[in-house]
């Protein structure tokens, strides 16, 4: 199935989108950051960007939506960069098989969370990354990333979605100040809970993040962000636990590294091939968007496209 042209995968994606619309039930959007309650859960956008700069796309691919625990991707990249394996130290590499906010865990690995892509672990690597520099720096950072990576400077944060969190960060608040208790956090709570929720308020269009995650698929073309022997560790994480207690289900039915956002967003990436961005606001009871998960699941079908042979 190499020989799939762009006319090839823009019909694909056509025929998913149009799919997608016809959906009925398309889960809930998340409730708990305000802001985010009221999105239009009749959206539904997917892009691909392909070898050589090319990007195909269909649904509301350009309406920008909150990428939320997709940043955690990016600013992983940034912490391995800044800290390399020492990082390790604060953050497991093991699949959570529990919910991304868990309290319970955290308590059962002594203030090590299992993984980056929890919301605990995330604490971690952004006060990680904070370490000598103010939220403004490491903000920043983030958003040079995300410009250079898409190749775009419209990117921008939505303050009144961080404000809209930061009011309701109840459960992260409770996650940073059991890590501080174990020693894990190194700032003071509400510096590493004010940055976090400002990096997950980060918009951006599914066009916008299929070009950022280029590098993570490394089609020809692409900018190099960061080493290859780290896009390879970032995507393991992805696959393993890009998606929670949800990511083995994933894995099975998409065969792709993939992350999630409460915002409704996926980014998937086919090695050598594409990087993909799906977004539905509804989500399925694990947090993560259902009709993402479908489209994509249609999509890895429809292609071949599989890590897995
Ligand atoms: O910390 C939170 O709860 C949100 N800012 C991010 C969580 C999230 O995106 C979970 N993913 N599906």
Redesign the pocket.
């Known amino acids: 199935m190499d020989t799939l042209t762009a006319a090839d995968l823009q019909q694909i994606l056509d025929e998913i989108a149009h799919a997608m619309a016809a959906e009925v039930d398309r889960g809930a959007p998340a409730t708990?950051?305000p802001e985010l309650a009221h999105v239009d859960p009749s959206q539904f956008g997917i892009a691909m960007a392909l070898p050589g700069g090319q990007v195909v796309a269909a649904g509301d691919a350009a309406t920008p939506f909150s990428i939320?625990?997709?940043s955690k991707v990016f600013m992983l990249a940034i912490a391995l960069g800044r800290l390399g394996d020492t990082l390790w130290q604060r953050v497991g590499r093991e699949p959570s098989g529990a919910a991304?906010?868990s309290i319970v865990q955290l308590e059962h690995d002594k203030g090590i969370p299992r993984n980056p892509f929890i919301?605990a672990g995330?604490l971690a690597v952004t006060d990680a990354i904070l370490k000598g520099h103010q939220p403004r720096e490491v903000l920043g950072e983030l958003l040079r990333f995300l410009r250079e990576a898409a190749g775009d400077d419209d990117i921008h944060i939505n303050r009144a979605v961080a404000a809209s969190?930061q009011a309701t960060?109840h459960?992260?608040t409770a996650l940073a100040e059991f890590m501080a208790a174990h020693g894990n956090l190194k700032n003071p709570t509400a510096m590493t809970i004010g940055t976090?929720?400002h990096q997950?308020a980060v918009e951006m269009t599914c066009e916008q993040l299929a070009r950022a995650g280029r590098f993570l698929a490394g089609v020809p073309g692409s900018p190099r962000m960061v080493s290859s022997a780290r896009v390879r560790r970032i995507n393991a994480l992805m696959l393993t636990c890009g998606h929670?207690d949800a990511s083995g289900d994933f894995a099975y039915r998409v065969g792709l590294p993939g992350k999630?956002?409460?915002?409704g967003g996926i980014l998937v990436v086919a090695p050598g091939r594409a990087s993909i961005c799906v977004w539905s606001p509804g989500?399925n009871a694990q947090?993560?968007s259902k009709l993402g998960a479908q489209a994509m699941e249609r999509l890895a079908r429809a292609t071949g496209w599989s890590v897995f042979g």
Do not use: H, P
């Open positions: 708990y950051i939320q625990s997709i991304f906010n919301n995330a969190e960060a459960r992260n976090y929720v997950c929670y999630s956002g409460v915002g989500l947090g993560n």
